[in-house]
């Protein structure tokens, strides 16, 4: 489907309702790098281009829409039972967070898109299981383990060092899945093998049990080792490197530049939802994808702009948008009145904010996610509420109705 948003496009604000504006199977790979629950607060150093970001890893039910459970347990009944599974509210929270965009971003990849979620052991686990649920299990394609730490190792209390981040890489489709496999420079003691013909050239002969004979194979033709599910030729990004911006959970762009070129099409979009520092759209441009990056702190806005403009020059025509994109993919829907009997059969002609019985003259159609958050005309989108529960709830959530009405 084609996008309704165009290249090198970052949006400040929550990227929930953004995803849910944007066309269905129009992005080629979604790297996420979200927060991890670590129970820590982080903030960029002052003096530092990223100076200013800062952000809170720590979650409560408080962080989240209450209706975010409600949606997910009548329409995702697999998901909801990886929330079930959390083990204390900040767990829950951090999971329905995750699991409401999570829903958003597998439905705007294509089918032949992939998605990496970054994340490290705090989270990792419960992740997967959701992952599974959202993506499917049959659709899990690796665990990729980046260790994020080199030189000296400190001696911790009653466990081994940590060292390393995991990246779970999930395909939409394992069936139309576009992956390109990734080479790395040879091995000294592999390249050793190797000695030079009369013309400078490293060569080894090579035989061949099938069929008896040898052949001669030149080091200049081969394309590498290749690349497996455990990184460790990526050091974390150097304090004095040139791509650093003091960010606090920067990447490097080699490691984003290994997964685009692995998983994004040449041309193919690139979606970050949670920009940071603009690594991901970084890498992305220097190899020729096009990008779109959303993250809640505009400060996010203003490294992308830095970046790219260090990057491109004048070349760069990149937008900054607080808008929320409206869908061009949905066609022609039923109005959402043309709904209401059937609604009325599904409610079992209960109103969905207070439960009391009315007739269907005395239920009105209402979206659950307003319109104006990113919610659309889908049936799956629309209830009946008594007049007197639309106008209390008016445009806001459900949860602000539930409160009014003293159910949460």
């Not at 400078?200 to 394309?223: A, K, Q, S």
């Amino acid at each position: 489907m084609p996008p309704n948003f165009a290249h090198q496009t970052m949006w400040t604000g929550d990227n929930l309702p953004i995803l849910r504006g944007m066309n269905s199977d129009s992005v080629d790979l979604i790297y996420a790098d979200p927060p991890f629950n670590s129970k820590a607060n982080y903030a960029a150093p002052v003096g530092s281009q990223a100076a200013g970001a800062a952000f809170k890893d720590t979650w409560g039910l408080s962080d989240v829409d209450a209706e975010w459970v409600n949606l997910i347990e009548a329409k995702h009944p697999r998901v909801h039972r990886v929330l079930l599974a959390a083990m204390t509210d900040g767990d829950k929270a951090y999971l329905v967070y995750m699991a409401a965009r999570l829903l958003e971003l597998r439905r705007v990849l294509k089918a032949s898109g992939s998605i990496y979620l970054h994340c490290d052991p705090t989270m990792s686990h419960y992740l997967k299981l959701l992952m599974d649920a959202v993506f499917g299990r049959a659709n899990f394609r690796n665990e990729v383990i980046w260790q994020r730490h080199r030189g000296f190792k400190r001696r911790t209390a009653k466990q081994f060092t940590q060292k390393n981040d995991s990246v779970l890489f999930y395909a939409k489709s394992v069936e139309h899945v576009h992956f390109q496999t990734q080479f790395v420079p040879h091995k000294p003691e592999y390249v050793r093998r190797f000695r030079k013909d009369a013309d400078g050239r490293l060569y080894r002969d090579d035989v061949n049990p099938t069929r008896g004979g040898r052949r001669r194979i030149y080091l200049d033709e081969t394309d590498g080792d290749i690349v497996d599910n455990v990184w460790i030729d990526i050091p974390p990004v150097n304090p004095n490197a040139k791509e650093r911006v003091g960010y606090p959970t920067q990447k490097p762009l080699a490691l984003l530049k290994r997964m685009i070129a692995a998983s994004a099409p040449p041309n193919g979009m690139v979606l970050d939802p949670f920009c940071g520092c603009a690594t991901a759209c970084i890498a992305a441009e220097q190899l020729g994808r096009q990008w779109i990056g959303i993250d809640i702190s505009p400060k996010a806005a203003e490294l992308v702009t830095l970046r790219m403009r260090d990057e491109l020059g004048l070349f760069y025509q990149g937008t900054v948008r607080r808008d929320i994109p409206r869908r061009t993919d949905l066609g022609p829907l039923p109005t959402p009145r043309s709904h209401r009997n059937a609604l009325y059969g599904e409610q079992g002609g209960d109103c969905a904010g207070c439960g009391e019985h009315f007739r269907l003259a005395n239920l009105e159609v209402d979206h659950i996610v307003a319109r104006a958050a990113g919610g659309t005309d889908h049936v799956e989108n629309l209830q009946l509420l008594c007049g007197a529960c639309n106008r209390v709830k008016g445009d806001r959530g459900m949860a602000y109705l539930r409160v009014k009405l003293g159910l949460a």
